[in-house]
């Protein structure tokens, strides 16, 4: 069965580093989105993709943040400058035309020191 | 604004016994709902989804949930649990026109003993 992938699935930085979030969505999706999740917190939205843009993003995809489809596989969520807040588990999702069938990957779970 | 709550923090069920898990959501329009699964460092999972039509939805693993409009609730029920639903669940609310994104609650933790 198809799945979303994400790499690495941990990732230790130092506060004010540069990091990359990388994902693999479904092969023929065309929706990509980025999720976090602050331990002990809710699941929350930070950005949707769609036709190599941005669709809709968070109060939270601030500056700091960028998405980017550099290929027909990969979609990365880069942080530009980490701060102890960013720790937190980010899930990338993704989905067909059927948009609302949003299919998640494993998470990578960032420690920002 | 929108919102999506979740009651019960933890949930202890025997297993073999029925669960329930409560959601209530605030939003001016029926939205499109759903429930996920968090095991242990796994991601999430879909287990069922209510866009419109029959209110009694179906799901994975033997999973249901019942859409309340008057209640503004969508709770998920199973008849006999397993161990193996020991997880995470999350009821989460879609936005029509918004791009798609999911507003979560903040999650049921379910915990099964013998």
């Known amino acids: 069965e198809p799945e979303v992938t994400q790499t690495p699935s941990h990732q230790v930085t130092q506060m004010g580093q540069e990091v990359i979030l990388r994902c693999v969505p479904i092969s023929n999706h065309l929706y990509f989105y980025w999720y976090r999740q602050i331990l002990g917190q809710k699941v929350e939205f930070l950005v949707s993709f769609y036709n190599n843009e941005i669709s809709e993003k968070s109060e939270i995809f601030d500056d700091q943040f960028s998405v980017e489809r550099p290929d027909g596989s990969n979609f990365t969520l880069k942080i530009r400058s980490t701060k102890l807040e960013d720790s937190a588990m980010y899930f990338c999702?993704?989905?067909?035309?059927?948009?609302?069938?949003?299919?998640f990957g494993p998470g990578t779970r960032l420690t920002v020191t | 604004a929108q919102s999506v709550t979740q009651p019960d923090i933890h949930i202890t069920v025997s297993e073999g016994a029925s669960l329930e898990l409560r959601c209530n959501y605030s939003?001016?329009?029926?939205?499109?709902l759903f429930w996920y699964v968090q095991s242990p460092g796994q991601g999430l999972q879909l287990l069922l989804k209510?866009?419109?039509?029959?209110?009694l939805v179906q799901g994975i693993k033997g999973f249901e949930a019942e859409f309340k409009r008057s209640q503004s609730s969508f709770n998920l029920r199973k008849p006999s649990v397993h161990w193996s639903d020991a997880a995470e669940y999350f009821c989460a609310v879609g936005r029509p026109n918004s791009g798609y994104a999911l507003n979560f609650g903040k999650g049921t933790s379910l915990l099964v003993t013998p």
């Open positions: 999702a993704s989905s067909d035309l059927a948009v609302y069938e949003q299919y």
């Open positions: 939003y001016g329009a029926t939205p499109y």
């Open positions: 209510y866009f419109s039509g029959d209110t």
